[in-house]
T-cell receptor, first 112, second 112 residues
Framework: DGGITQSPKYLFRKEGQNVTLSCEQNLNHDAMYWYRQDPGQGLRLIYYSQIVNDFQKGDIAEGYSVSREKKESFPLTVTSAQKNPTAFYLC???????????FGPGTRLTVL | ELKVEQNPLFLSMQEGKNYTIYCNYSTTSDRLYWYRQDPGKSLESLFVLLSNGAVKQEGRLMASLDTKARLSTLHITAAVHDLSATYFCAVINTGTASKLTFGTGTRLQVTL
């Protein structure tokens, strides 16, 4: 099955802890993206990567970090510096020379 | 800065009725996307509109794009309960690695 997987589906974190969200795709897509969605709102871009070993900040990168060591993987770390991390996090990927982004199932992060 | 506005934010309609969701954006773009999101789920791509005057239809949904007016519409014909979801439009930030800017979404509730 080809697609984008995110894990875990639900994640609980204590304040002050870092946590890493996984995003894997086997679509051979070149670009990958991380978005955050708050209740009743649209998606906001956190980070994106167009090629391996390269990534750029999106609109709300503060308190987050990413890596892109492999084409198929783009993990997101939510650090303790992120003041309000409770949200729904969506990963997306896109094939080069196309525009459509395809989304993973999402991870719901709750800070206790 | 690209801004995308949708209206209405919430729409309750009876089965069998017609209605239109509007999406306005603030700067030049010739690529617009419509996505559907069911509660707690990821985003499903509905339409990609690539040029001025583009019109696409799938079942009871029809999307159009007017790049001169910076306006896209999503028209719902003879609504059915299964169309209940949140609908997002998103616009490409031209020349920026296909970054998407999302509207706040329109939550559609179709009542029996």
């Amino acid at each position: 099955d080809g697609g984008i997987t995110q894990s875990p589906k639900y994640l609980f974190r204590k304040e002050g802890q870092n946590v890493t969200l996984s995003c894997e795709q086997n679509l051979n897509h070149d670009a990958m993206y991380w978005y955050r969605q708050d209740p009743g709102q649209g998606l906001r871009l956190i980070y994106y990567s167009q090629i391996v070993n390269d990534f750029q900040k999106g609109d709300i990168a503060e308190g987050y970090s990413v890596s892109r060591e492999k084409k198929e993987s783009f993990p997101l770390t939510v650090t303790s510096a992120q003041k309000n991390p409770t949200a729904f996090y969506l990963c997306a990927s896109r094939l080069d020379r196309t525009d459509t982004q395809y989304f993973g199932p999402g991870t719901r992060l709750t800070v206790l | 800065e690209l801004k995308v506005e949708q209206n209405p934010l919430f729409l309750s309609m009876q089965e069998g009725k017609n209605y239109t969701i509007y999406c306005n954006y603030s700067t030049t773009s010739d690529r617009l996307y419509w996505y559907r999101q069911d509660p707690g789920k990821s985003l499903e791509s509905l339409f990609v509109l690539l040029s001025n005057g583009a019109v696409k239809q799938e079942g009871r949904l029809m999307a159009s794009l007017d790049t001169k007016a910076r306006l896209s519409t999503l028209h719902i014909t003879a609504a059915v309960h299964d169309l209940s979801a949140t609908y997002f439009c998103a616009v490409i930030n031209t020349g920026t690695a296909s970054k998407l800017t999302f509207g706040t979404g329109t939550r559609l509730q179709v009542t029996l």
